[in-house]
């Protein structure tokens, strides 16, 4: 198997930098702003309903995250995702805090029927809930104990009929055929806020990019984002917290080089 998709698609993102229009939460909207100019892409982080056809006309994708739902972000949402399907423009939803309480999961649930979503990327407690089964959602944190988590994956991506990511220790990728599966991870990552809705911004720009290979696209951004977490905690000492850590994952995000993503990323299909 061949795994030169990695590079390939992250010099895409590179030299066509494409514009990511974000509808995501207030939490973390900074965060996804800049991990997605580190990597290349021109992000755009519009909700107003009053613009969000207008601005998704102008967009190479689309992403919804649901970490703070309201009724206006979720009409902003639908609206947006409505004129995205209309122009075959990719929709990626991060469910975030699915299964921890009904109105988290009905929000999902109702994007999911309404909209022809591309990518679903979300962890493993989230895609758990999606499918209807058990699984603890702890806010909007994974406290499910994992096992093998490939054919969960599988699973949602022919249920949803889209590509799958579903991160955790070993993230999964799935489009409902084939399944990959990224060891690249570090436990600084779980210290710091809004690293899987990073993941989930960094996923629309690699698409955006490259929409004809959801699967791979998402695969890369799965795989950017572990290794950056790897990379950003070799750099600080033991005296130093998550705050440099976080500034050094934004750095990492810049400096990886289709190179090193090639020759770092810890990919295998299963």
Known sequence: MSYDFLSHILSLVRSRQPLVHQITNYV???????????????????????????????????????GTPDEDSIKAMLMAGMA?????????????????????????????????????????????????????????????AEADFSAMALEAARKFNCVVAATGKIDYVSDGKKCLAIYNQHP??????????????????????????????????????????????????????????HVELINAFAEISPETLQKNARIKYV
């Open 84 to 144: 995205a399907n209309a122009k075959n423009i990719p929709v990626i939803l991060d469910p975030v805090g699915a299964g921890a309480t009904p109105y988290r999961t009905k929000s999902s649930e109702r994007l999911l029927s309404e909209l022809r979503i591309s990518i679903i990327r979300g962890n493993q407690s989230e895609i758990r809930a999606l499918l209807g089964l058990s699984g603890e959602t702890r806010g909007v944190d994974s406290v499910t």
């Open 188 to 245: 600084l990552l779980q210290k710091v806020t809004g690293t899987g809705c990073m993941c989930s911004a960094l996923v629309a720009c690699c698409v955006a990019a490259q929409p004809t290979e959801p699967l791979e696209a998402a695969a890369t951004a799965v795989a950017i984002s572990g290794l950056a977490g790897e990379i950003a905690a070799a750099k600080i000492t033991p005296s130093l917290g998550s705050g440099s850590f």
């Open 28 to 66: 973390t909207v900074t965060d996804c702003a800049n991990a997605s100019l580190a990597i290349g892409a021109s992000p755009v982080m519009a909700h107003a309903p009053q613009e969000v056809e207008d601005m998704v006309a102008l967009a190479q994708a689309l992403l919804l995250n649901i």
